[in-house]
């Protein structure tokens, strides 16, 4: 007959968790557990996700239960060997006739409630804390620097980022933590890339989110805008378009439906397919039109059947692809300072020279705003001190929000497909290279007045000269041929 049975008359095995420190491990065990279920309860039923969550509820309380697993296993190995070596079996025995078992009972009782109550409280400001856009975009602020910087600026700046990259929902929930987890390994261990990718296979659809606030009623009516742009010469000349872009809507009892959100009409369906991860390349696409008709148009390269299983159904992130971290171009940026009077045009070559110096190559931010402080004074050697200085200070701020060395991020790492001239946008599918299949129909690229009216363009009097009918397009300085692209030009850069 064993030790161990000896010490117990043949009555039973030792317990060998009958020891304090397999009881503290436990204490903890049970404490991990509650703190994963009121973060996990509370988070359902709020009806809001956070992906930063899983950080608490997947990792930090499995660490503490893993801990407190460690514990009760010590305990169980030091009871076991103290028996071995004792020949004698030491019970945990609670009497509550005696004084000071009570005492110890009551201080233990008081302890396990507090414990709770502190693991409740800190669970409970923890899941506030992770909700909030600073912990999003800060707790891992190198990674996630460009994505802050650039949200801050943003139209949706004061729209939570959970908001959009969850939405409500459980199913969402669950598949955030699914995806959490892995970004905090990713994270901790740097297996992340650079640039970070957008994540478009996981995004929840549009009807969930941005028809939160934006559904489709609300399309009505059209949108007039000027553009203002700056060409390279040696005063910036100015040449701006106004035009009146067809936003559309969608609902009949308020206006007409049709214009750009024509592709958002619940009564029609837009599926298209896409040849490349970042959907720039769509030589499919399939209209479902609201008396049920169906058209297919594809480029004349297009071979095959095409899979079904990746086919998707046009919603407004096709087109409003960046709509919380939209990085500017240095084309965009400069022409925006410009327009506002940050940068004054009577700096010679103004335009040309802050692109020039914003699309250089740099290893690290510190020596891009040294490099633009240089190449400005030694340009500008013999104009106004307060005017060098005030344009230093724009292009490097044009830098800082939207230019992130460390992270390979800016513009040219995200293409934004709001309208065409920088990048493909409208001319993926318009681009008269779709035909249907009888070849009757085809996606046109030359009606530029579908979309929009130019009303006027050009610069001064030739701004105030407007025509309702619309005006065809006059490219500033020299003639296009109809059939390239804006982008083929047009890069966003130098």
């Not at 996700?49 to 930090?60: D, K, M, S």
């Not at 459980?170 to 598949?175: D, L, R, S, Y």
């Not at 599926?271 to 008396?291: C, F, G, K, L, M």
């Not at 009757?440 to 006027?456: F, N, Q, Y």
Request: hydrophobic content about 35%; charged content about 25%; overall charge negative.
């Amino acid at each position: 007959m064993s030790t161990e049975s000896q010490t117990t008359n043949g009555r039973s095995r030792p317990k060998l968790l009958q020891n304090w420190i397999s009881m503290f491990g436990l204490l903890i065990v049970v404490g991990a557990l509650f703190s994963f279920f009121l973060l996990w309860l509370t988070e359902l039923f709020m009806g809001t996700g956070n992906p930063y969550v899983g950080i608490l509820a997947y990792v930090v309380s499995p660490a503490f239960m893993m801990l407190g697993f460690a514990l009760m296993l010590y305990g169980v190995w030091w009871e076991r060997r103290r028996i071995r070596r004792t020949h004698r079996l030491r019970p945990l025995i609670i009497d509550l006739t005696q004084a000071r078992h009570r005492q110890r009972l009551i201080i233990a009782a008081v302890c396990t409630v507090g414990f709770m109550l502190l693991s409740a409280i800190g669970s409970y400001q923890t899941f506030h804390l992770t909700e909030s856009v600073e912990f999003c975009g800060k707790v891992c602020h190198s990674v996630m620097e460009p994505e802050m910087t650039t949200y801050e600026q943003g139209p949706h700046a004061r729209v939570a980022c959970v908001e959009c990259h969850i939405g409500p929902g459980a199913t969402w929930f669950v598949k955030s933590k699914l995806s959490g987890a892995y970004q905090v390994y990713a994270t901790l261990f740097e297996k992340y890339p650079r640039p970070v990718p957008t994540p478009i296979k996981n995004l929840r659809p549009a009807q969930d989110t941005c028809e939160q606030c934006h559904w489709p009623a609300a399309f009505v009516g059209d949108v007039v805008k000027t553009v203002h742009s700056y060409l390279t010469d040696e005063n910036s000349t100015e040449y701006a378009v106004k035009l009146e872009l067809k936003v559309g809507g969608a609902d009949p009892n308020r206006g007409p439906v049709g214009g750009i959100h024509w592709h958002m009409n619940v009564a029609n369906k837009v599926e298209y397919y896409a040849a490349d991860e970042q959907r720039q390349e769509i030589p499919w696409v399939r209209v479902t039109h609201s008396d049920g008709s169906v058209t297919v148009y594809k480029t004349e390269d297009f071979e095959g059947e095409v899979d079904e299983s990746k086919l998707r159904v046009m919603d407004c992130m096709d087109c409003h692809n960046r709509p919380a971290h939209n990085f500017l171009s240095p084309n965009k940026a400069v022409n925006n300072a410009i327009a506002l009077g940050r940068l004054d045009r009577s700096l010679p070559s103004i335009k040309e020279k802050a692109m020039t110096v914003l699309c250089e190559e740099y290893e690290t931010k510190e020596e891009a705003l040294a490099r633009i402080e240089e190449v400005f004074k030694e340009e500008y050697a013999d104009q106004p001190a307060e005017k060098v200085a005030q344009a230093i200070a724009e292009v490097q701020a044009i830098y800082r929000k939207n230019f992130f060395p460390g992270m390979k991020a800016d513009w040219r790492a995200y293409p934004n497909n709001i309208g065409h001239k920088e990048w493909p946008g409208c001319f993926r599918c318009h681009d008269d290279l779709h035909q249907s299949e009888d070849g009757e129909k085809v996606l046109e690229l030359s009606r530029c007045d579908t979309c929009h009216i130019i009303l006027a363009q050009g610069s001064g009097e030739e701004l105030e000269k407007l025509d309702s009918k619309g005006q065809p397009f006059k490219h500033p300085g020299d003639e296009y041929e109809m059939g390239w692209l804006c982008s083929d030009c047009h890069s966003g850069g130098i």
